[in-house]
C-alpha cells in the first residue's frame, strides 16, 4: 500500500525569492561541494558537482553557478497546500565526560546494540521508499525495540556498548535530540560522535508534555527553558524525559572532520546545512529557505543544502537549521521556532518521475 503524499513542488522561479540578491552564496556552495562525494553514485546530481567543483569560490560565481544549473520549486505541503511551515534549529553540543564511569560520569552514551533489527520495507515494498521498521527478535517474530525507559532500566543488556559517559542526563537527552556531539574528555582529548540508528519509536517533544501537564508556559518551553526546568526538578526528570519512547545510538566519528556527520554522509557546514524530511525533499539538494532570525522579525533568507534529517522533522516544509557547535549555536538553537517558505532546487534535466511517491509535482 503505497505511503501518502506528503509534500507537492510547484516550479518557480528566482524572482519568487525573497532576497536572494543580498545572500553571499560561496557558503552554501562550499556545503554543496561536501556532499558531492556521497552524491556521486547519483547520475542526477553528476553534472552539477562537476561544476560545482570547477565553480570560483566568488559571490558572483556561485550565484550563477546555482541560477545555470538548477531549476526552482516551491515547497508546499499535501494537507492543504500551504506554502508555510516550521522553522527550527540545531547544534553540536558539547558533553563533558570519561572512557570510564565515575561518581560524577554515571549516564551512558551507548553505541548501536546488536539485536537492533533494521528492515528496509523499501526492499519487499517499493512505495515506501526511506521507510524502515526497527525492531528485535523475540523467539522467531520480530518484535518493536525497546522504548527509552526500558533502555534506562536495562543497563545490564547494554553492558559493553558504553562509548563513554557523561555527567548530566539532560544534556544526554539534549544530545540524542540534536544527533550528534562532542564530549570533552577529563584526559584533554575530544570525542566526536554521531547518529548511529535510533530505536524505532515515535519522537515525543519533552517540551509539549512539559506545556500540556503545566509545567512550563508556552513561551518559555525553548532547549534552555527545559533544562533549568530539569534543574528546578532534579527527582521528575526522568519521569518526564521517558515521555519521550525515542532512543538514539551512536558512534564515534574521526576526530579531524569539519564538522559532525550529517544523514547524507557528509560533514555538516554551520548555517548552510538544514535537515529536512527525505521523504520530500531529496538528501543533497539546495533549498531556498526564507525565515527569521530567532525570536525576532528580522529576515534570514539563505541558500541552504539538504544534508540532514531528524525525527522530529517531519513533513514538507518543515526544516531544521544546523547552527553549528558550542554554546553560542546552542542559544541560537534553542530559541528558533520560526515559520519559514522553502525552495528546492534540483538539477536541470532531473527526472520527476524519480522522486518519492510521497511527493507530487504540481501542474
Known sequence: MPEE?????????????????????????????????????????????????????????????????????????????????LVTGYYEPLLFGSRTPTKRYRYPIYGQPQDLLTIDLSSLYPDLKHRRLRGRLEGNKVVPYLSR?????????????????????????????????????????????????????????????????GELRLENASMQ?????????????????????????????????SGPLGTLGAPLTPERSIAIDQRVIPLGAPVYLATTFPNSPAALNRMMVAQDTGGAIAGA???????????????????????????VLLPKGYDLSTLPPTVKVKQ
Open 149 to 213: 525507559e526500558e533502555i534506562e532500566n536495562g543497563t545490564d543488556r547494554f553492558r559493553g556498548l558504553e562509548l563513554a559517559w557523561v555527567d548530566d542526563a539532560v544534556d544526554l537527552f539534549f544530545l540524542q535530540i540534536q544527533g550528534s556531539g562532542q564530549v570533552q574528555l577529563e584526559t584533554g582529548e575530544r570525542l566526536r560522535i554521531g547518529y548511529s540508528d535510533q530505536n524505532g519509536h515515535p519522537f515525543r517533544s519533552l517540551g509539549g508534555a512539559l506545556i500540556r501537564r
Open 225 to 257: 527553558g527545559i533544562k533549568e526546568w530539569a534543574r528546578r526538578n532534579p527527582k521528575r526528570v526522568q519521569y518526564f524525559m521517558n515521555i519521550n519512547p525515542s532512543y538514539v545510538f551512536f558512534r564515534e566519528l574521526p576526530g579531524d572532520l
Open 317 to 343: 516544509v518543515r526544516a531544521d537549521f544546523y547552527w553549528g557547535s558550542g554554546d553560542s549555536a546552542g542559544q541560537q538553537a534553542g530559541r528558533m521556532k520560526q515559520t519559514g517558505n522553502m525552495w
Open 5 to 85: 503524499v506528503r509534500g507537492k513542488l510547484a516550479r518557480s522561479n528566482w524572482s519568487a525569492l525573497p532576497g536572494w540578491r543580498e545572500d553571499d552564496m560561496t557558503g552554501a556552495l562550499a556545503a554543496f561541494v561536501k556532499g558531492c562525494d556521497p552524491l556521486a553514485t547519483k547520475t542526477a546530481w553528476q553534472q552539477a558537482c562537476a561544476n560545482a567543483l570547477v565553480t570560483s569560490m566568488d559571490r558572483q560565481s556561485a550565484a550563477t553557478f546555482f541560477i545555470n544549473n538548477f531549476d526552482l520549486y516551491q515547497v508546499f505541503n499535501a494537507v492543504d497546500d500551504s506554502s508555510t511551515g
